[in-house]
Every structure is written in C-alpha cells, then in structure tokens.
C-alpha cells in the first residue's frame, strides 16, 4: 500500500472528486452563461481579467482528473521528487497527490499558490484530513507575486493549473530554478497554445500531449 492508495487519503480523494462530478458546470457560472464559445476562450486566455474570473469561480473545485492525478503522483516518485511548485490550488486535490507523493519519497517541500482565500482554507482542512498538510506551504495571491521570491534553490516537478494565460509567466518565475530533468505538466493546455509552443519548440524542453488537454515536459540539460 501506498500513501495514496491507504486511508485517509484514498476514501478522501474518492469523496473529493464524487462531489467535483456533482458540480455544475463552471460554464454555468455568470462569468460565462452570456458568453459564446469564443467569447469564453478569449476570456481564459486573458491577460487582464483573469483575477475577476476565478473570484467568480471561487466555488467550484475545478479539479484536475483522477488520470492526472495519479499522473502527478507517479512523476513525484519516479523522479524521486523533493521539491515541487503547484499554481492554481482549488481545493486541493492535485496537491493531495504531490503531498503523497512526497510522503512516500521519504519528505519534501511543496509550495502551492492560489488566488482566493477561501479555496486555500479549503485545501488546508482537505490536507489536513489527508494528514498530509505538514508537506504544504500555502500562498495566497497572485502568483506573478507569490512565486517572485523564496523559492527552493531547485524545483523537481512543477504543476501548472492556474490562470491559463499565465503559463508562460510562471515558468519565467520558475526556470531558473528547475533541475535538468525536472517535469512539468499542464493542465488544460489548449487554452493557452503559446504555453504549449514554446515548450514544444524544442527550446530547452521535451514535450507531449497526455490525453485530451495536459502537456507534460522535461526540462532539459
């Protein structure tokens, strides 16, 4: 058995995505009901209202998969990951499984920033439960901020699942600091095609597709 695959985290995680699914669509939300496709793309993809977005999807988990999830966990392992750097908390369920990960490697350091601080109270009584919270060092706000400074002399695996638009921004932040061999994936990548473009260019990175929307790269030598 593995921490991930033992209570509390197990039944926990089991819990936390049943009650995702049960969610309604963020697209319900009012930052998009009067919106077309395009308009609503075009709103993820901004560089100017994205605060004023995920205030307004402050309720809703979005996740990411169990598929990614345990993706997450299965990289930390195998790259014997010490230090990782998630953007975009939620409630916490990708962090649970680096945080595991992490307790299986024998300890670490995961850093983790969101926007909103009620989604961060949320995920410390989650990590907490999951008794995985000790591994977690919270920030709030925006992670153009939070990820400027105090960072780990290396990072050995980086979630990227915030603002989409800011993909690109945050690995400037974080690429001084990533190890030859570090991973990082991304999710919901279609929404933020220069992010994907660049680490597909070949321009220090190797880069593929895992399922319909996560882009996973290795930073090279």
């Known amino acids: 058995m593995t921490t ?3 209570a509390p985290v197990a039944p926990l995680l089991d819990r936390l995505f049943a009650a995702a699914a049960a969610e309604a669509s963020p697209r319900t939300s009012p930052a998009f009901a009067a919106l077309s496709a395009e308009e609503g793309d075009r709103l993820l993809r901004s ?32 790259t014997h990951a010490r230090t990782i ?39 410390r009584a989650n990590l907490a439960e999951a008794r995985l919270v000790d591994l977690v060092a919270f920030r709030e706000g925006d992670a153009l901020a939070t990820l400027a400074a105090d960072l780990p002399a290396t990072i050995d695996l980086v979630l990227l699942d915030g603002a989409k638009a800011l993909y690109g921004d945050v690995l400037d932040l974080l690429e001084p600091r990533l190890r030859a061999g570090a991973v990082i994936v991304a999710d919901n990548v ?6 994907q473009a660049r680490v597909r260019s070949g321009g220090g990175y190797l880069s593929l597709p895992f399922g319909d929307d996560v882009e996973l790269s290795v930073r090279l030598g």
């Open 47 to 78: 560089k100017q209202d994205y605060r004023a977005l995920y205030a307004a999807l402050a309720d809703f988990a979005l996740p990411v998969s169990p598929a990614t999830g345990r993706l997450l966990y299965m990289l930390a392992r195998a």
């Open 4 to 6: 991930l695959t033992a």
């Open 190 to 195: 279609d929404h933020c095609p220069d992010y």
């Open 85 to 123: 750097v998630e953007f975009g908390t939620s409630f916490g369920l990708s962090t649970i499984h680096l945080a595991a990960a992490l307790r299986d490697n024998g300890g670490g350091q995961l850093i983790t920033t969101e926007f909103e601080r009620p989604k961060i109270e949320r995920a």
